[in-house]
């Protein structure tokens, strides 16, 4: 019986060391197919990896994502510079140890996790996952966590960290952005988008908490967690009630 030359060669290939030449490169290829669960992403560097096209990973795993207005925005893909099942992981263990530091009532206060619709079917990645998956981090840390159970408008997350008394909130959306594009806009306890230098501090501890923490990828957190609530109802009422109170000319709304 003939064998298949071609596939033990590739699968050698994805399993042994890396060796492109450039050993940064090498390193972060290796970190990737050993912390990306993901398929989908996982699979789009496989195939780079495959196929010889070292400046595509360079571009990809080479870089990471840094703070814009207020938090990480990119294209949806796979590589530790896109929005993605394991950079955002990543992003929420560098979240979870900056606000330990900063807040000693964090395990009592929680923190809150909205989204929007954007998907992307080619990585697996969409708002309501990544959304999830934040949850899942701060939970398996016994982080009470405030997770809309539907999409929801960006300005119920700044406003349900206030009125809960939470220490921040993470929305996952890229607003008026690409459709292409997705986004973790952090705010603080006072409601506010975050600035300096929270914003450095943050990415300093992203880059102290790259590998995956046990339970990280755990999203079933989100159904079996005592510590997970669903604040829809409670946000949506309370939000329609205070806007009605700072509307100048009521009669001219609808109920």
């Known amino acids: 019986?003939?064998?298949?030359?071609?596939?033990?060669?590739?699968?050698?290939?994805?399993h042994a060391p890396y060796h492109t030449?450039?050993?940064?490169?090498?390193?972060?290829?290796?970190q990737w197919l050993l912390w990306d669960k993901n398929p989908k992403t996982k699979e789009q560097i496989e195939n780079l990896l495959r196929n010889g096209m070292n400046k595509e990973l360079r571009d990809r795993l080479c870089c990471r994502m840094t703070f814009g207005t207020a938090g990480l925005r990119s294209a949806m893909g796979?590589?530790?510079?896109?929005?993605?099942?394991?950079?955002?992981?990543?992003?929420?263990?560098g979240m979870y140890k900056y606000l330990e530091r900063c807040f000693s009532?964090?395990?009592?206060?929680g923190f809150v996790v909205g989204y929007d619709t954007r998907g992307q079917v080619t990585s697996s990645c969409s708002s309501q996952r990544l959304a999830k998956l934040t949850?899942?981090?701060?939970?398996?840390?016994?982080?009470?966590?405030?997770?809309?159970?539907?999409?929801?408008?960006?300005?119920?997350?700044p406003y349900a960290v206030q009125r809960l008394k939470a220490v921040a909130g993470v929305m996952i959306t890229?607003?008026?952005?690409?459709?292409?594009?997705?986004g973790y806009k952090v705010y603080w306890e006072t409601g506010a988008q975050i600035t300096s230098p929270h914003d450095k501090e943050i990415?300093?501890?992203?880059?102290?908490?790259?590998?995956?923490?046990?339970?990280?990828?755990?999203?079933?957190?989100v159904d079996t967690s005592?510590?997970?609530?669903?604040?829809?109802?409670?946000?949506?009422r309370r939000y329609m009630e205070d806007l009605k109170k700072i509307c100048f000319y009521r009669q001219s709304c609808p109920d």
Not at 228 to 234: A, E, G, S
């Open 1 to 14: 019986m003939a064998e298949n030359t071609e596939g033990d060669l590739n699968s050698n290939l994805l």
């Open 21 to 30: 030449g450039d050993p940064q490169l090498d390193t972060a290829i290796g």
């Open 78 to 93: 796979a590589g530790f510079c896109y929005i993605n099942d394991l950079t955002v992981i990543q992003s929420t263990q």
């Open 105 to 109: 009532d964090f395990k009592q206060r």
């Open 135 to 157: 949850a899942a981090v701060l939970l398996a840390k016994d982080v009470p966590v405030y997770l809309f159970s539907r999409y929801v408008p960006t300005p119920f997350v």
């Open 174 to 182: 890229a607003s008026h952005n690409r459709k292409e594009d997705n």
């Open 203 to 221: 990415l300093k501890c992203i880059e102290e908490c790259v590998e995956p923490w046990n339970g990280s990828w755990n999203d079933n957190l």
């Open 226 to 236: 005592p510590l997970k609530r669903d604040p829809l109802q409670d946000i949506c």
